[in-house]
C-alpha cells in the first residue's frame, strides 16, 4: 500500500507497515451514525452503550 493510500485510509500500523487485517475495517463518519442526534444508544448482546458527542466535539462511549 503506498502512502497516499495509508493517508487516506488511516490503516497504517504502530510500525508503519499495513496488514490485511486494517484492510477490512469498516469506517463509518461519526455524522452518519449519530444522524443529526447528539447520542445514540447501541445495543450489544443485551447491553445498552451510550454514544455521546460532547460541546467539545468529542465523542464519549458509555455504559
Known amino acids: ?3 497516499l493510500t495509508e493517508q487516506k485510509t ?3 500500523s504502530l ?3 499495513t496488514t490485511d487485517s486494517d484492510a477490512r475495517i469498516v469506517r463509518i463518519k461519526s455524522e452518519d451514525l449519530l444522524q443529526q442526534q447528539r447520542e445514540l ?3 450489544h448482546h443485551g ?3 451510550r454514544l455521546r ?3 467539545l466535539n468529542k465523542l ?3 455504559a
Do not use: V, W
Open 53 to 55: 458527542l460532547t460541546q
Open 41 to 43: 444508544e447501541i445495543d
Open 47 to 49: 447491553r445498552i452503550y
Open 1 to 3: 500500500m503506498d502512502r
Open 10 to 12: 488511516g490503516t497504517t
Open 60 to 62: 464519549i462511549l458509555t
Open 15 to 17: 510500525t508503519g507497515a
